[in-house]
């Protein structure tokens, strides 16, 4: 079974500009999630999918960050502008009966 | 709010040696629980998990972690570390009955040197 695919891998912007990251998660998880990791923090969720429904997104900063899911399957997560301070790893991951699976993340720096 | 505290934020041990890793969390209700680990350079995968049962959890690669319901801990333990065991490990909880929100600890990172 493949795992969570997430691209890019590794991004650098400049703070103001915008970045967006994408994730396809394991087929036929039903539920997909966004965290954000900052250095020497443990994940944070941000957003949570049902199918293309948003469960819980009340960690998300929507003044600047954005999320969809519009066919129930893959999902991209936006930053618009991005900040010095939103330099991390995000992290997408999906789940059956209870246990996430998580893919290997797109680290960002905002310079 | 729940939270997860993990207190040993960087443990360094010899091979062979024992490991425990102290894991406590914050939460009125049913929890479940999970230990987390993130090689170097990889993503995070499951070592183990409680949903609940015997309160004694046996994961892959040696590992195991008792619930204590009492001291609302969750730890985490090696009898004899390997140096492939050098990675970080994090607790994580979430309640039973809610939207599976995981809440992670901040991560021990171990080193077991040879």
């Known amino acids: 079974e493949a795992g969570v695919a997430q691209s890019p891998r590794y991004k650098i912007i400049e703070k103001r500009q915008s970045v967006a990251f994408w994730c396809n998660p394991i087929?036929?998880?039903?539920?997909l999630y966004w965290y954000q990791q900052i250095l020497g923090q443990g994940p944070k969720l941000l957003i949570q999918?049902?199918?293309?429904?948003?469960?819980?997104d009340s960690q998300l900063p929507k003044d600047r960050f954005s999320a969809e899911r519009l066919k129930g399957v893959d999902s991209t997560l936006k930053i618009q502008p991005a900040k010095l301070e939103d330099s991390a790893v995000y992290l997408c991951?999906?789940?059956?009966?209870?246990?996430?699976?998580f893919g290997p993340g797109t680290r960002l720096t905002v310079l | 709010a729940q939270s997860v505290s993990q207190h040993n934020h960087h443990v360094i041990l010899s091979e062979a040696a024992s490991l425990e890793l102290g894991c406590n969390y914050s939460?009125?209700?049913?929890?479940?629980l999970f230990w987390y680990v993130q090689y170097p350079g990889q993503h995070l995968q499951l070592l183990l998990k409680?949903?609940?049962?015997?309160?004694l959890v046996k994961g892959i690669k040696g590992f195991e972690a008792e619930f204590i319901k009492s001291k609302f801990s969750f730890n985490l333990r090696k009898p004899s570390v390997q140096w492939s065991d050098t990675a970080e490990y994090f607790c994580?909880?979430?309640?039973?009955?809610?939207?599976?929100?995981?809440?992670f600890g901040t991560g021990t990172r171990l080193q077991v040197f040879p």
């Open positions: 991951a999906s789940s059956r009966q209870g246990e996430q699976f």
């Open positions: 999918f049902q199918n293309n429904g948003v469960v819980d």
């Open positions: 939460y009125g209700g049913t929890v479940n």
């Open positions: 409680y949903f609940s049962g015997d309160p």
């Open positions: 087929s036929g998880h039903a539920t």
């Open positions: 994580a909880v979430n309640s039973r009955g809610n939207t599976d929100k995981l809440i």
